[in-house]
């Protein structure tokens, strides 16, 4: 069954949405049969510029300038607090119930993440090396000889993308996501910063000069773009299950 957060969530994620909303609803609230014509144009202008595609929104461009910058974790922490997910012990626990009719890669994951055997260094090495899969089940992108992700990701959730739905809007997160974990830190000019869950510069320079207290953030902000691919993943499927209705 899901919980509070599984059913707001896409709330959340609609939020440039709403607020357009919220601000043509202050502009009708203030017109009356003698609104002066400065305002009629103003709302005009209003309804004009509200964004019909989800590459016209200033969050698209904020998560295409990640891919352009030596990122910092200040530069991309929004992305979680954005998008409200907090898992819970009890979250994670729910998905190996078989009720619930998880994947094995997510209850693989599940399973990772509360286990108390490992360590949040060995638990980020082995999350790390599931992302790309789980980014391509997510988008139900089905992985061939060659395939290179970001490219992959990038045709689903810009090429392939547009209007303005919790379907657009998640898969932009994905691209995020993507660009977060996947950057091209060998190609960065400034120090790598250890806060983030880098994939490239983990798995290939080890993770022996990472402080406790870069891991513990790293691992927490890892958990938190999980916990956005897992919710995406889930309502990319019920709408793709209305759609064949």
Not at 11 to 39: F, H
Not at 47 to 56: A, E, G, M, T
Not at 121 to 143: C, D, F, G, N, V
């Amino acid at each position: 069954m899901k919980n509070d957060n599984y059913n707001n969530i896409f709330e959340n994620m609609s939020r440039v949405v709403l607020k357009a909303s919220e601000g043509m609803a202050k502009i009708v609230e203030g017109i009356n049969v003698t609104a002066p014509l400065e305002t009629l144009k103003a709302f005009a202008k209003f309804l004009q510029n509200i964004p019909d595609d989800i590459k016209d929104t200033i969050l698209f461009g904020k998560v295409q300038d990640l891919k352009n910058i030596n990122l910092r974790y200040e530069d991309v922490i929004w992305i979680v607090e954005d998008f409200g997910l907090i898992y819970t012990e009890e979250n994670w626990q729910g998905m190996l119930k078989s009720e619930q009719n998880k994947s094995d890669l997510h209850q693989y994951i599940a399973r990772t993440i509360l286990s108390t055997s490992m360590e949040k260094r060995e638990k980020l090495i082995i999350l790390l090396a599931h992302i790309e899969p789980l980014i391509y089940k997510t988008l139900e992108i089905s992985k061939t000889r060659n395939m290179k992700l970001k490219f992959a990701v990038n045709k689903v959730s810009v090429d392939d993308n547009g209007g303005m739905s919790a379907e657009s809007l998640g898969k932009i997160y994905v691209l995020a996501v993507t660009y977060i974990i996947f950057a091209n830190t060998d190609a960065y000019t400034d120090e790598i910063d250890k806060r983030i869950p880098f994939r490239n510069n983990i798995l290939h320079n080890g993770i022996v000069m990472y402080s406790d207290e870069d891991i513990d953030v790293a691992y927490e902000l890892l958990l938190g773009l999980i916990e956005i691919l897992i919710t995406v993943e889930e309502q990319l499927q019920e709408q793709y299950c209305v759609d064949e209705m």
